[in-house]
Structures are given as C-alpha cells and as structure tokens.
C-alpha cells in the first residue's frame, strides 16, 4: 500500500507587520518578552470582569460600561505587543 501525497503546508494568513514580529522575535527574546509583558498588563483594564465573576464590580467597570460590554483585551494586547516591539527594537537598534 502506498501513501498518497503529503497534504499541503498550510499557510496562515498573517499581515506583513505580524510576519516581522515572529521573526525578530526569536533573535530579540528579552524584547519579545518585555513586549508581551506590557500588552498583558494593558489588557487587563479592557477585560469584561462580570462576564467571568457574575455580579462583581470591577475596577475599569466604568470603561467597560462604555465600551457596552465589549471584551477588547485581546485586540488591545496583540495591538500593545506588537507597537511596544517596534519601538524597544528601534530603541535598541540605535
């Protein structure tokens, strides 16, 4: 029995600016990591509490009463992460 064609590579559609986060990543890990640090930290003001922990008022309550409910911590993350690696990469490149 033979096998059949190996299945394609799959290819992720991932924007041009991603694609150079990833690949200066693995030659700057204390930036990379410096840069998650301050998109998690970040994110935790835009995170929906009540959605979690039904019935607590969360400290960025407020916020999120704006924002009607929106659970932006994740959006707000990778847009901390990657705008922080640029700018630590182009420090650190001077």
Do not use: C, E, K
């Not at 890990?29 to 979690?52: C, E, H, K, M, R």
């Not at 999120?64 to 690696?85: E, N, P, R, T």
């Amino acid at each position: 029995m033979t096998a059949g064609p190996s299945p394609p590579t799959p290819v992720f559609p991932i924007g041009r600016p991603l694609r150079w986060l990833v690949a200066l990543s693995s030659r700057r890990p204390a930036l990379t990591v410096t840069a998650w640090l301050a998109g998690t930290v970040l994110s935790l003001l835009f995170v929906n509490y009540p959605n979690i922990y039904p019935g607590i008022h969360a400290f960025n309550q407020p916020l999120i009463d704006l924002l009607h409910g929106a659970d932006l911590s994740g959006l707000v993350s990778m847009a901390v992460a990657a705008g922080a690696f640029a700018g630590l990469v182009r420090v650190a490149s001077r």
